[in-house]
C-alpha cells in the first residue's frame, strides 16, 4: 500500500522541474502535485478539502484534462472560505452518521452489561434458594430423626419400667 508521502516522492522525483529542464508542463504537474501534498499533509486543509470549502467552480466546469487541484485556492485564500455556503458538508454528515452508530454501540453494550448482571444474579438466587432447600431439608431429616430417637428412648423407658415392675412383683 502506498501512502501520500511515497506517492508524493516518487511523483516529485518524476516530474521535478531540475530533472525536465525546459518542459512548462513538467513545472505545472510538480505544482500540483506540490500543491496537493500541502493540502493532504495539514489536517485543518484536507478538512476544508473534504467539504468542497475550496473549490471555487462547479464540477460541470472541469474538463477531462483538469486535475481538481487546479481549481484550488492558494494556501491564505482557503482559510477565508466559508464552509457553510456549501450544500453539502461531509464533515457534519460523518458527525451525524457516527454518532448514531456510537450511540447504538454503546446502547448494545450497555444492553448485554444488564443482561450479564442479571444472569450472573439469577444464577446467584439460584445457588441460594438451592442452599435454602439443603439448609431445611437437613433441618427437617434432624428433625425426625430426634423425633425417631424420642420415641425409641420413650418406648425403652415404657420397656423398662415395665420389666422392672415385673421383677418386682415377682
Not at 447504538?104 to 438451592?130: F, G, I
Amino acid at each position: 500500500m502506498i501512502n501520500i508521502k511515497d506517492a508524493y516522492y516518487r511523483l516529485s522525483m518524476i516530474y521535478h522541474p531540475d530533472k525536465n529542464k525546459g518542459s512548462g508542463e513538467a513545472a505545472k504537474i510538480f505544482r500540483d502535485i506540490t500543491s496537493a501534498y500541502e493540502i493532504l499533509g495539514n489536517i485543518r486543509q484536507r478538512k476544508l478539502y473534504d467539504s468542497a470549502a475550496n473549490l471555487n467552480q462547479n464540477s460541470s466546469q472541469f474538463t477531462t484534462k483538469q486535475q481538481p487541484f487546479e481549481t484550488m485556492y492558494t494556501k491564505n485564500d482557503i482559510y477565508k472560505t466559508n464552509v457553510r455556503s456549501r450544500d453539502y458538508n461531509f464533515e457534519q454528515w460523518s458527525k451525524a452518521h457516527y454518532t448514531n452508530v456510537f450511540r447504538r454501540h454503546h446502547e448494545t453494550r450497555q444492553k448485554r452489561t444488564r443482561n450479564k448482571m442479571n444472569d450472573e444474579y439469577a444464577e446467584r438466587q439460584n445457588s441460594y434458594n438451592l442452599l435454602t432447600i439443603m439448609v431445611f431439608a437437613s433441618i427437617f431429616i434432624l428433625i425426625s430423626m430426634f423425633e425417631h430417637v424420642k420415641k425409641i428412648l420413650i418406648e425403652r423407658n415404657r420397656v423398662k419400667r415395665i420389666s422392672d415392675k415385673n421383677i418386682q412383683d415377682d
